[in-house]
């Protein structure tokens, strides 16, 4: 099992940049398949990019180009580096953890990400 701590959200404006980080406790992280989700309010939570146990990558259509989801097994830890943010960006960013083999998941609280001027 692992427990999941988000961190780097915060308010930035439109163009702008911030890097999410979701930290995993445990030494087991390298066996999860690690999504980053976000929900807008009055939205549907929905999944923003995933990198599974080998690295490959998967974006939801709106962030393709814009941001890189990475993850450091050494460290523990998944990345969301987003660029160009724009007002629509806007969420509770969280992080989910999937075992490969078993399936358990495992939720951060998650980030608040707000993009204004």
């Known amino acids: 099992q692992v427990q999941l701590v988000e961190s780097g959200g915060g308010l930035v404006q439109p163009g702008g940049f911030l890097r999410l980080s979701c930290a995993a406790s445990?030494?087991?992280?390298?066996?999860?398949?690690m999504g980053w989700y976000r929900q807008a309010p009055g939205k549907q939570r929905e999944l923003v990019a995933s990198?599974?146990?080998?690295?490959?990558?998967n974006y939801a259509d709106s962030v393709k180009g814009r941001f890189t989801i990475s993850r450091d097994n050494a460290k523990n830890t998944v990345y969301l580096q987003m660029n160009s943010l724009n007002p629509e960006d806007t969420a509770v960013y969280s992080c989910k953890g999937r075992h490969s083999a078993t399936s358990y998941e495992s939720w951060g609280h998650g980030t608040q990400v707000t993009v204004s001027s």
């Open positions: 445990g030494n087991i992280f390298s066996m999860y398949t």
């Open positions: 990198i599974t146990v080998g690295s490959s990558t």
